[in-house]
């Protein structure tokens, strides 16, 4: 039978390094510090009211875009920020960001359209750049004299043709932990004003920033409300990550155009659930803030045991990664060390290469989760040690 013509395109994502390294993970005992789910449960008062709406009769499909209580705790939400979209033709809910961003990308850019991503990238976004039929055209972050990572804009500008029609941004980015700075987002924001470009915002670690870090929706800057797809969710705000429920803010042109498409996706997820979110939103922001201040301390607190163990830290001003250098260890590649980690050491870590298109660039670094309880980061830590 002639191979389906969908397959070429994804082929290269067959399979994750993060299903392979929980395998090895589990076979070896290891602890986990590769994959960013954390575990601690979420605020009492969703639980709560999760409970509640699936025992109260709340488990059929809930409206295509989304409950409406939810749309509009998102629209109260997203004013923190000084923007007003109307939950009723500006917002849509999805299965989580990553459904999202994908559908995003299939409604809006098709064959022969070129979509900008930055390098390290969460491994979904080429998948969805394939899905779509359109060519990503990758730019790297740059290292600045103090360990910095910020975007490089004379690639960016570079990187733009007559044919990119989309610029995916992710900050607090992952897997790096960068955020990008107000000049840096004021550069993108006048590049796709002039190039008549769509931005797509993956802001799904909008509240987890440290040492005064501020996040800054790109949608805000000036020309950018009516071009830009901002997605957000609650699995890293509230420590829900299963319950997949995520969102876009756009204009109503753009949002009933991504309705489009993931009505044939997932068509509807999460009814049940979508009104503990809705309560999170609008009464849980505080328990959001205390969890921030946690995971600066956790970062603090992984990235001095890794010194520690002979690993070289980069910073990390948002989201709950933090990445490492393996050379002063004595290794070139870091994925050779990963695959043998969980075994030499006890811990699974991902090496940062496999989010890019230039591994080379990048094989010098392991990304590790901090957002675990501190017993675990212990004794990771402590496992670690064995590699000096």
């Not at 969460?122 to 055209?137: L, T």
């Not at 690639?155 to 700075?181: E, Q, Y």
């Not at 987002?185 to 590049?191: C, S, Y």
């Not at 290794?331 to 060390?337: G, H, P, S």
Request: hydrophobic content about 45%.
């Amino acid at each position: 039978m002639r191979e389906p013509a969908l397959v070429p395109r994804l082929r290269p994502f067959a399979s994750t390094v993060f299903a392979e390294m929980t395998a090895l993970a589990v076979r070896h005992d290891a602890v986990n510090l590769g994959q960013g789910f954390p575990d601690t449960d979420g605020p009492a008062g969703m639980l709560e009211t999760a409970k509640n709406s699936l025992f109260g009769g709340d488990n059929q499909y809930p409206p295509g875009p989304g409950r409406p209580e939810l749309r509009a705790a998102i629209s109260r939400h997203r004013q923190r920020y000084g923007a007003s979209y109307d939950p009723d033709t500006e917002i849509l809910v999805t299965a989580g960001a990553t459904e999202a961003i994908a559908a995003t990308l299939i409604a809006l850019t098709e064959s022969g359209d070129e979509v900008i991503v930055v390098e390290p990238y969460y491994d979904s976004y080429a998948a969805a750049v394939a899905m779509a039929g359109a060519q990503r055209r990758v730019i790297g972050l740059v290292e600045t004299e103090n360990g910095q990572l910020e975007l490089d804009l004379d690639a960016l500008r570079d990187a733009i043709t007559p044919n990119t029609r989309a610029v995916l941004l992710n900050s607090p980015h992952n897997p790096t932990g960068t955020v990008f700075s107000r000049a840096q987002l004021e550069e993108v924001a006048r590049l796709c004003v002039e190039h008549d470009l769509i931005a797509v915002t993956d802001e799904v670690y909008e509240h987890l920033v440290f040492d005064g870090a501020e996040h800054l929706p790109l949608a805000s800057f000036p020309g950018m409300r009516e071009r830009t797809v901002a997605i957000s969710s609650a699995g890293k705000t509230f420590n829900c990550t299963g319950w997949k429920i995520g969102w876009i803010c756009s204009t109503p042109e753009l949002v009933a155009a991504v309705k489009a498409a993931k009505q044939f996706i997932t068509f509807v997820s999460g009814g049940p659930l979508q009104p503990a979110v809705a309560y999170a939103l609008d009464n849980e922001l505080e328990w959001v803030e205390n969890l921030r201040v946690s995971l600066q301390e956790k970062r603090d607190r992984l990235s001095a045991g890794l010194v520690d163990a002979g690993f070289a830290v980069r910073p990390s001003a948002g989201t709950y990664f933090v990445t490492a250098d393996v050379r002063p260890l004595g290794f070139e590649d870091a994925a050779e060390l990963a695959w043998t980690l969980p075994e030499r050491a006890g811990v699974a870590a991902v090496p940062v290469k496999v989010f890019t298109d230039h591994p080379d660039e990048w094989k010098h670094l392991l990304r590790f989760a901090f957002c675990k309880r501190n017993e675990v980061i212990d004794e990771a830590v402590e496992r670690l040690r064995k590699l000096v």
